[in-house]
């Protein structure tokens, strides 16, 4: 068994080394097209792109806590993360979701179909970490909140708050934020409007991640949780 890993593990050196000279050569150009490819999207959905500016400090938290706690120091990829998901597809023969960073979320998003292989997630890996190369992670924080999936027909973060809470963006309470957080993970099973006690758990798991990161007190999540989410 250890020397069928090892025999995989060194394959899956050779492939990632073979990919990043061959993908960084071609896929260049298309990385720089990836503000485009969001702002147009977000126009074909009828909304406006929203600055990070006005999205709240404690949404973005709440979200990098959520989905990508390394956000601001990693290379777009986490390495134990990932590595972890990688072991464990090869180890399986099969592909398995997992350990993705938000950078990776939103490569998968603009450059790839839903096939669920190995090879497109080292290829996902790579494309995220000439992504960070081209922008700056407030750029990438951006993009993803403005276009990823929130569930109920909302894609976008301004879609999401509309939808949910018929309110702008900028005035999303921190209990509607870090209700908003954790829709991602799983939008269609986490929609509070047909699925309250499920989208509630997944906030506490939220509120969690939030105290374990250290950017609430353990104290303030009763508070949260017993606030108002005025939901439409």
């Known amino acids: 068994m250890y020397l069928k890993i090892c025999k995989r593990l060194l394959l899956l050196a050779v492939v990632i080394a073979m990919l990043i000279i061959v993908i960084t050569i071609r896929e260049q150009p298309v990385v720089h097209a990836l503000p485009n490819l969001v702002e147009s999207e977000v126009h074909a959905n009828g909304e406006t792109f929203i600055p990070l500016s006005q999205i709240p400090q404690l949404l973005q938290q709440a979200v990098i806590d959520t989905e990508d706690r390394s956000f601001y120091k990693n290379p777009g990829i986490s390495f134990e993360g990932t590595g972890r998901s990688l072991i464990i597809d090869l180890l399986n023969g099969k592909y398995s979701e997992g350990g993705s960073t938000i950078t990776q979320q939103l490569a998968r998003k603009f450059f790839f179909t839903n096939q669920k292989t190995i090879s497109r997630k080292l290829k996902?890996?790579?494309?995220?970490?000439?992504?960070?190369?081209?922008?700056?992670?407030?750029?990438?924080l951006a993009m993803y909140l403005n276009s990823v999936y929130f569930g109920h027909g909302a894609s976008g973060i301004k879609a999401a708050a509309r939808i949910f809470f018929n309110k702008p963006v900028a005035d999303l309470n921190i209990a509607q934020c870090t209700l908003l957080a954790g829709l991602p993970q799983a939008p269609t099973y986490l929609d509070p409007l047909n699925?309250?006690?499920?989208?509630?758990?997944?906030?506490?798991e939220v509120l969690q991640s939030m105290v374990d990161a250290g950017h609430i007190y353990k104290r303030k999540v009763s508070e949260i949780q017993i606030m108002p989410l005025g939901l439409r």
């Open 124 to 140: 996902e890996m790579i494309l995220a970490v000439i992504i960070t190369n081209d922008f700056s992670k407030q750029d990438i």
């Open 195 to 204: 699925n309250y006690q499920a989208a509630r758990f997944r906030q506490s």
